[in-house]
């Protein structure tokens, strides 16, 4: 089992930054794959960036590709998400997600996903 947890949620003004941490604890040596989604009220939850450990590959959806960086820290099992030019429809809740066998052509799809966090709230004030 892998356990994650999310932080660095929080409002910030449109234009601003913030950076979401993730860190994963129990069996991370079998982790393949990290990523982030987010979800807004009414709304399916959508990727928003994906790293493969293996690789160091990274994906971006393409509404926030220019804006936020995804990065791992493979020591601390723990990955980032650096979110500049906050905009008012980033908000949402953010959770992180982790699977020992997600890749290039599935790290975009939450149901590959076998790990989630409890998540972490954004919200992005105009």
Do not use: H
Not at 54 to 69: H, I, L, M
């Amino acid at each position: 089992q892998v356990q994650l947890v999310e932080s660095g949620g929080g409002l910030v003004q449109a234009g601003g930054s913030l950076r979401l941490s993730c860190a994963a604890s129990g069996r991370t040596f079998s982790i393949n794959t990290m990523g982030w989604f987010r979800q807004a009220p009414g709304k399916e939850r959508e990727f928003v960036a994906a790293i493969t450990w293996s690789t160091g590959n990274t994906y971006y959806a393409d509404s926030v590709k220019g804006r936020f960086t995804i990065s791992g820290d493979n020591a601390k099992n723990t990955v980032y998400l650096q979110m500049n030019s906050l905009k008012p429809e980033d908000t949402a809740g953010y959770y992180c997600a982790a699977d020992p066998t997600v890749g290039r052509y599935s790290a975009s799809t939450s149901g590959a996903y076998d790990y989630w966090g409890q998540g972490t709230q954004v919200t992005v004030s105009s």
